[in-house]
């Protein structure tokens, strides 16, 4: 049974940084196209992060240069590392994978962890 | 970059049909996938690659998609399909995109 398990968020200061994780079960992460997808309070779905299977990252242009995307294969994990983080980062994020590549669809999404970044 | 339109809001009677449509330039010659969010769920694929139902997904829900606009068509729409509907697709300019978002009232 495919899983994806998101952790890792919290209530953060402006300019602080965290790190989601994204554990999966039932699949091997590192051959599929995985992302990050967020959603304001209230808002819209927002592509955020992508990992390709062969390696390739890409990121919003509103991300580009503060957040990271990775995974570790051995623990079949994904990962978001947010640095320099700002009131409009606050929202809940989702893992999802795209098994058939970028134009594919998010098969499996988490359950998705909260980002909350106030003073 | 790439817009996805989606009207905001579409009400439909109880055991009609409800029709959100998606509008993009060229769209028609793109994947778009459907995805239905109940309030303090994830999304769930609903409709993927234009006219695909994943398995579980209701035979009322279908898809089509010509030219600028794609469409996911519910019939016989019940209570339980009240929920909000994004189109998505991917462009090379944008990566993934998503509408803005429909919310369906079944009344």
């Known amino acids: 049974e495919v899983q994806l398990v998101e952790s890792g968020g919290g209530l953060i200061q402006p300019g602080g940084s965290l790190r989601l994780s994204c554990a999966a079960s039932g699949f091997t992460v590192s051959r599929n196209y995985m992302g990050w997808v967020r959603q304001a309070p209230g808002k819209g779905l927002e592509w955020v992060s992508a990992?390709?299977?062969?390696?390739?990252?890409y990121h919003t242009d509103s991300v580009r240069g503060r957040f990271t995307i990775s995974r570790d294969n051995l623990k079949n994990t994904l990962y978001l590392q947010m640095n320099s983080l700002r009131a409009e980062d606050t929202a809940v994020y989702y893992c999802a994978r795209a098994p058939e590549g970028a134009t594919g669809e998010f098969d499996f999404w988490g359950q998705g962890t909260l980002v909350t970044v106030s003073s | 970059s790439y817009e996805l339109t989606q009207p905001v809001s579409l009400s439909v009677a109880l055991g009609q049909t409800a029709r959100i449509t998606c509008g993009g330039n060229n769209i028609g010659n793109k994947n778009v996938h459907w995805y239905q969010q109940k309030p303090g769920q994830a999304p769930l694929l609903v409709i993927y690659r234009n006219i695909n139902r994943p398995s579980g997904i209701p035979e009322r829900f279908s898809g089509s998609n010509s030219e600028n606009t794609a469409t996911l068509t519910i019939s016989r729409a019940q209570v339980g399909d009240e929920a909000d509907y994004y189109c998505q697709v991917w462009d090379s300019s944008a990566n993934w995109v998503f509408g803005g978002g429909t919310k369906l009232t079944v009344l």
């Open positions: 990992i390709y299977s062969g390696g390739a990252t």
